[in-house]
């Protein structure tokens, strides 16, 4: 197996992790939204009804959110190291 053959098949594998990761970043990111939309319906919901009992779900949503925050971070970061690894192995192959 020649060098460039290495290559083509390094660029295939890291071409696919960056396809799923960046599925995977987008849906993380609506997660994110939705979540940061239900605590911010949650707040209003809690203040304008007095419910507190509400309250504990807006809490737990809150908390999710920040949990999927990270989560977001953290694949976001990934996507960019297999960016990062497609490009060296292209530019390798053009070299």
Do not use: C
Not at 4 to 21: F, M, W
Not at 43 to 57: G, P, Q
């Amino acid at each position: 197996m020649q060098i460039i053959e290495v290559y083509r098949d390094l660029v295939n594998k890291y071409d696919k992790e960056v396809k799923t990761l960046g599925r995977k970043h987008r849906q993380i990111g609506s997660w994110r939204l939705l979540l940061a939309g239900a605590a911010i319906g949650g707040i209003y919901l809690t203040i304008r009804f007095e419910t507190w009992a509400l309250l504990l779900v807006v809490l737990a949503a809150i908390i999710v959110f920040v949990l999927v925050i990270r989560l977001h971070e953290q694949v976001g970061l990934q996507k960019k190291i297999k960016n990062a690894l497609l490009k060296i192995n292209i530019d390798e192959i053009s070299f």
